[in-house]
């Protein structure tokens, strides 16, 4: 679960919320007023913490904290 602790950690920081209320099923957008801007950091945030590459057309498919756990889960080497 430690994907998980991360990636609510820079959550909580980027979209200043608090951690507490960062949950697998927490919708990013709609849950924490994220906008495509905040999106965009968020992705850059990932690929840089975790080594890994986010194309274009999967940033659509992130919605939920727990669809980013599980996209850099399956992307890590």
């Known amino acids: 679960m430690e ?4 990636i609510r950690a820079l959550l909580a920081e980027q979209l200043d919320v608090d951690p507490a209320k960062i949950t697998m099923d927490s919708d990013i957008m709609s849950d924490f007023e994220a906008d ?3 999106i965009v950091d968020m992705v850059m945030t990932l ?3 975790f080594g890994i590459e986010v194309p274009d057309d999967a ?19």
């Open 3 to 6: 994907t998980f602790e991360k």
């Open 36 to 38: 495509s801007l905040d």
């Open 47 to 49: 690929e840089d913490e």
């Open 59 to 77: 940033i659509e498919n992130l919605r939920t904290v727990g669809d980013v756990v599980n996209f850099v889960d399956s992307h890590q080497g």
